[in-house]
């Protein structure tokens, strides 16, 4: 692979906001000051949104089939302190032309770390965080569709839309609450899913299924449809495991952040993608990384093979018929199949490193073209990875992509 065409290096950007989608021709790619659509083709750029004043951009996701990017920002004109209202307006931009389509209030985040990423979108529908009720809006006219039907007792958080669901992390029960929090302390994780036609509440089931997982653990979406979370023990710990539920809301086995396969750092947790009965990661085992296949329905290691090849070669004890090609997952880039040469790079920013590379796109031929120039370039291509190429994947908003 080549690089077709790649664009000047960003400036320096604060690490939230980021994203990067494929539209129709488009790539749409979202920092905390802007966000941006690309040609697919030249690599030059089509448009550009700001958000007013010194506002920023919080979070972004994206219904790539309705070409509809929705993101959330802090009040027109003012910083959020300034505001003292964080990330409480939603915005929906058309993603072939830049323009605002609607926008929206948002409940303030409250506990911030719960309710942080306050918006999906997918299937032609926006889920919305508005008064802790999970409201669904027509993705492109913004008019209301359905208010979901929360269990008693439970407070809404992160959301995922899928074409037959929608899932949503809530915090449920508990009793100590000397503060008079509407979360209390020692309220759990709960996983439900919603019909995204209606509302009506499918099924939920605790996280953690027998072992609690408090309300205040890192646990992002990894996918709505199966729902795989990426949840910590505990607060912020090593510990942890991706946690799967059938179509019933029965849990599966989970897939431990650590096994023989090797370790998954806090980081790397949503370098991850998911089929419909398959989950793909990128464990390093003996300072190696290996894209490793796992059965969701048992939580057993199926293939492994290194990452870092195209070979077709697979590791011993594993299924020789295993492909791969060097990946470029990214905890920014959840949503991304596991081999997607149309991806922009997720540290396009150099948020974490300090650095500013460039956004790029590949083809299978040695030509090249700098991004706005005249000369032609092959559409990108897509590589599969080998059995049960993953064609499902949750936008993943949250913090680190865990969250911002």
């Keep these: 692979m080549d690089v077709v065409w790649d664009t000047p290096a960003d400036r320096k950007a604060e690490p939230q906001g980021e994203g990067a989608w494929l539209s129709g021709g488009t790539l749409v790619r979202s920092r905390f000051d802007a966000v941006s ?10 448009w550009e949104y700001v958000p007013p004043g010194r506002s920023a951009v919080c979070h972004a996701t994206a219904d790539t089939d309705g070409s509809v990017l929705v993101l959330t920002r802090d ?10 209202k964080p990330c409480a307006t939603a915005v929906a931009v058309d993603m072939k032309d830049g323009r605002e389509l609607w ?19 997918g299937s032609g529908v926006a889920v919305l965080l508005q008064k802790d009720d999970l409201h669904a809006v027509d993705v492109r006219t913004g008019k209301s569709r359905w208010k979901a039907a929360l269990p008693k007792d439970c407070v809404p958080g992160r959301t995922a839309v899928a074409e037959r669901q929608v899932a949503a992390l809530l915090a449920c029960g508990g009793t100590d609450n000397i503060w008079g929090d509407k979360v209390t302390e020692d309220a759990e994780l709960h996983v439900a899913t919603f019909d995204p036609a209606t509302g009506a509440l499918l099924w939920s089931a605790p996280l953690g299924g027998r072992r609690a997982i408090l309300w205040d653990a890192s646990a992002a979406f990894v996918s709505a449809d199966p729902v795989v979370v990426a949840a910590s023990e505990s607060n912020d710990s090593d510990a942890g495991a991706y946690l799967s539920f059938g179509r019933n809301g029965r849990p ?10 090797g370790e998954i750092g806090f980081s790397d947790r949503l370098r991850a993608a998911v089929d419909g009965s398959r989950l793909y990661l990128l464990p390093r085992h003996r300072k ?13 290691a199926v293939w492994a ?5 195209t070979s077709t070669k697979a590791t011993p004890g594993t299924n020789s018929s295993s492909r791969t090609a060097k990946s ?16 922009i790079p997720p540290r396009a920013s150099g948020a974490r490193s300090g650095s500013s590379p460039t956004t790029w796109a590949l083809r299978t031929s040695s ?24 064609t499902n994947v949750a936008d993943a908003p949250p913090s680190r992509r865990l969250a911002p």
């Excluded at 009040?75 to 003292?84: E, I, R, V, Y």
């Excluded at 093979?305 to 090849?309: M, Y």
């Excluded at 073209?369 to 049960?388: F, L, V």
């Design 37 to 46: 659509g690309f040609d697919a083709r030249t690599g030059k750029r089509s």
């Design 75 to 84: 009040g027109d004109g003012a910083t959020a302190s300034a505001k003292g």
């Design 103 to 121: 926008k929206a209030p948002l409940s303030e985040p409250d506990p911030p770390r719960f309710q942080h990423s306050s918006v999906s979108a």
């Design 252 to 261: 599966n086995p989970p897939v431990d952040f650590s096994g023989p396969y």
């Design 288 to 300: 190696v990384e290996r894209l490793t296949a796992f059965d969701l329905a048992t939580g057993d």
């Design 305 to 309: 093979a290194l990452a870092t090849t």
């Design 328 to 343: 470029p997952f990214s905890p920014r880039a959840a949503a991304a199949p596991i081999v997607s040469m149309t991806s």
């Design 367 to 390: 030509s090249r073209t700098r991004a706005g120039s005249s000369s032609p370039a092959t559409p990108p291509i897509r590589q599969d990875p080998g059995p049960s190429r993953p």
